[in-house]
């Protein structure tokens, strides 16, 4: 089997639902060895999310591949002790408890600093482990609300617009596989962990863009920007015969191309619009003249007709476009995980490829406490009797 | 100087405009040394961008803290010449051009592996360096239509909606670091190098959490889910008196403590409203009932009945509010860097906290070819002579 670039990188993963999962998705796709610990007899709530294939979650399984999974009762003496053996044995741990959960359970990172001083401890939370809020609550959409990105996205006069992706956990989840990344080049050249604390909240504030710029120059807040782009035009997206496209006339230049794509050089030299500044200031002359030409073929005309003129544009795809479309599959951003009992399961591929050391899906998600066994046995040296005592104890 | 956790890794940057430079920010903020390699006279494209601070603008200076600006002429043999020098003295290459573009210049990653075998190479491109759109241009707008964020933002019945930042672009940069990290890890193990290639669409792709898999389960495209929940209720947002409220009322006994907050417990007894199944089923019916108590106080008196009764709510903050949000400010997301000439100037912090190896910004961003000389005397021994020579020549 060839080596992928975390190759040798071992993680303990006490996360659960979605912004955890996804950053331990993201470093076992990587090729680290990522073991999910799991409630007995539970699991992680998203084992019980919709959309479902016979009795399994798509969602848990689409998150939670290429993961093993033993089950650990936290809360019980014995299963503390394991999960302490554990934590000398990892590179990483990650959670994404509320904050002082590990801390009630007596397993704060203090404590698990003196077991293993090499340990990267890994926080995802809602709000963070400091300030005023770290307790709350938070779910994905009250961190999108919070965080300024609800208000910013929308159509102008409209109300905030959640993003429809959970961009409130993945963007923490994405974040949490970074700071992990760096505290590890630290402890591979110092030989010194740490603890690494990402907020969901902050995590929405750093992906603001040009939105706090905007607003400490303007001094205003900036509200919902609709489709288009607030300085350049036409650049957004417009109404065709059958959908919409995205068009992006970046400069004057390929004003004058686009306008002869549509048929409609006199547009080109209408005084109105020669530049982009005139464009953007009189748009509201310039949209209605080109939803009317626009209206008049389909997108997949359009996009020919100005992939010709060399007019960057797109089409607006639906999923089922997405899945479909010939560059994504050329990516092999769609896979095909084979699960036992329900076939083959459809989810989202690796967004990096590595020239070197590529990157595969190469073990399903795992059943609950799937790998309990054979992790302890591997990394504890536990024989088949403490297996059984352990288990009848009520540990795993 | 303290150390921060990417100390001793010097990463020389091409990239222009949003993907590349937020990938290096990342990098930067972590602490490694970033060598921003811009054209002569010109610079990076987003020097141009607006809101502008004097002469300068803030949409750079917000991307670009934490990295060194030299300029080199990639078109000038002696420009080359130095570039080839340089990537023999770095760890790390990030360029976003379109694909092609760095072998055109003879820069390609087969000629910058020979000069240095531990380089890892990194490119960002809005499809990806193979593939049928390979060489397509794109622009953020177009990507969020093509990998469809767009089909699933927006309110339902209404027009798809792009998502108020750049997430095309800044998805992207945070993959790009990720996968820039993890073969520095395998480079530190193995003393290989690698080309890293990041595509934009496949960025989206890999952020549609639950879309993939409800379209392969249910055989159709979702549509815009507005800013509810789609099996949870009331999980959304409400309007009051003055604004907007998220709530997440994640289970039934929680219901019962929303209807007292609500000063409405006839409503927690209402057959058609008891379990959560019934509450998203009749969802029709309990939304108005919900509007009509919500709009008799402002966020602020909800919030502070909701958080008495323990229900995850919270505002939907406008930037002024999420520049001044207690938390926000408390985790140091929102930050003033000193620039000579205009003073401070705000921006997003650093979401990564680390325990060991607290991350700041130390430099604000360069002015073109600030750095020029200072880099080039430091990494290549070149004398005051030489220097302006290569300034005469029209390689710097």
């Known amino acids: 089997m060839y080596r992928r670039p975390l190759f040798g990188i071992r993680v303990l993963d006490l996360s659960r639902v979605l912004a955890g999962p996804y950053c331990t998705m993201i470093l076992g796709d990587l090729g680290a060895e990522i073991i999910k610990v799991e409630i007995p007899g539970r699991g992680d709530d998203s084992r019980e999310f919709g959309p479902f294939i016979g009795n399994e979650s798509v969602y848990f399984l689409s998150l939670n591949r290429n993961k093993k999974s033993i089950t650990l009762n936290l809360k019980n003496p014995i299963g503390k002790d394991i999960l302490l053996e554990l934590v000398t044995k990892v590179d990483v741990l990650v959670e994404n408890f509320r904050p002082g959960t590990m801390e009630n359970l007596g397993l704060g990172y203090d404590v698990l600093k003196t077991a293993n001083p090499r340990l990267v401890y890994a926080a995802c939370s ?14 994905d959409q009250i961190v999108q609300g919070m965080g300024g990105i609800m208000s910013i996205t929308g159509h102008p006069g409209g109300p905030p617009t959640r993003v429809g992706a959970s961009i409130g956990d993945i963007a923490a989840g994405m974040y949490t596989a970074i700071g992990i990344l760096a505290a590890l080049r630290y402890r591979d050249v110092t030989g010194e962990g740490q603890k690494v604390d990402v907020a969901m909240l902050d995590c929405q504030v750093a992906i603001l863009e040009n939105a706090i710029a905007r607003y400490f120059v303007e001094g205003k807040s900036p509200g ?29 230049p390929m004003w004058v191309r686009f306008c002869e794509a549509l048929g409609k050089r006199e547009l080109a030299s209408d005084p109105r619009f020669t530049t982009n500044a005139l464009r953007t200031r009189n748009w509201s002359e310039l949209e209605p003249i080109l939803e009317e030409v626009f209206a008049t073929r389909t997108t997949t005309e359009w996009i020919a007709a100005l992939e010709e003129a060399e007019i960057p544009c797109g089409p607006i795809n639906n999923i089922e476009q997405v899945v479909n479309d010939p560059q994504i599959r050329a990516r092999e951003m769609v896979v095909e995980v084979e699960h036992p009992g329900i076939g083959g399961v459809k989810m989202a591929g690796i967004p990096v490829k590595f020239s070197l050391t590529p990157c595969s899906i190469q073990t399903p998600a795992p059943g609950l406490g799937e790998h309990t066994k054979e992790v302890l046995q591997a990394m ?3 024989s088949d009797e403490e297996y059984d005592r352990l288990s009848v104890e009520g540990a795993i």
């Open 224 to 252: 919902p920007i609709g489709n288009r782009h607030p300085s350049l035009s036409p650049f957004g997206s417009i109404r065709t015969k059958d959908g919409y496209l995205n068009v992006a006339v970046g400069n004057d």
């Open 126 to 139: 809602g709000f963070g482990h400091t300030g005023p809020y770290s307790h709350k609550r938070a779910y």
């Open 380 to 382: 504890l040296g536990i």
